[in-house]
């Protein structure tokens, strides 16, 4: 069965000090793996597309990778405006997205 | 932003009651989606469109009808509405490109008494 796990649920992290979200997955035929920001009250937002192992991609402190199993998300020197709920998806091989629950961030100043 | 719009934002409705929410595009994307949002759930298709009068199920269509009579316009309808549907509903559209991503309406937060 196609799945996706996100670790930690949450995680609180002071302003600067940076640290990965975990996407781990299991899917027979991967047509890309999606990273979403939410803010409270909004609907996600788009981040990054994946698509194969060693890939990378960055946006100002975002840069997220992915192995055969899992991506993260690595955060660098983070601000407070970081704070959100992370959001990873994968595509299967109906190009249907499969969502993991997510992973709140709170980043103190 | 993603011209999506989605209306109601909020609704209050009772069990039993139909209701329907909207969702309008301007981008002219092909595709539409309606999803449900649930804490420690992630999100869950309901029903999505591949075009005007063009629909199917998601994993959790039941209790749900969608409709789709213009490109820009997909209503999502509970036909009689329960506690259990009390959830956060996004819209999202995607362009025809297989791998594109989705873009996302700010939601509707609906609570059913």
């Known amino acids: 069965e196609d799945q996706v796990t996100q670790s930690p649920e949450a995680l609180r992290l002071q302003e600067g000090e940076s640290s990965s979200l975990n996407c781990s997955y299991t899917?027979?035929?991967?047509?890309?793996l999606f990273w979403y920001r939410q803010d409270p009250g909004k609907g996600p937002e788009f981040l990054f597309t994946l698509y194969s192992a060693g890939e990378e991609k960055e946006k100002e402190r975002l840069k997220a990778t992915l192995t055969k199993k899992e991506s993260f998300l690595h955060i660098t020197a983070p601000k407070p405006e970081d704070s959100a709920t992370y959001l990873c998806?994968?595509?299967?091989?109906?190009?249907?997205?499969?969502w993991g629950a997510g992973t709140k961030l709170i980043i103190k100043p | 932003d993603a011209g999506i719009t989605q209306s109601p934002r909020h609704k209050v409705t009772e069990t039993g009651t139909p209701v329907t929410l909207r969702c309008h595009q301007t981008e002219n994307h092909r595709y539409m989606y309606w999803y449900r949002q649930d804490p420690g759930h992630g999100l869950r298709l309901i029903h999505y469109?591949?075009?005007?009068?063009?629909?199917d199920k998601g994993e959790v269509s039941d209790g749900y009808s969608v409709s789709r009579s213009k490109t820009e316009d997909f209503l999502l309808t509970l036909e009689s509405a329960t506690s259990s549907q009390t959830s956060v509903y996004f819209c999202a559209i995607k362009d025809s490109v297989n791998n594109s991503p989705l873009h996302f309406g700010n939601g509707t937060r609906l609570t059913v008494t």
């Open positions: 899917v027979s035929g991967l047509r890309g």
């Open positions: 998806a994968i595509g299967d091989s109906n190009y249907q997205l499969i």
């Open positions: 469109s591949y075009g005007v009068k063009d629909t």
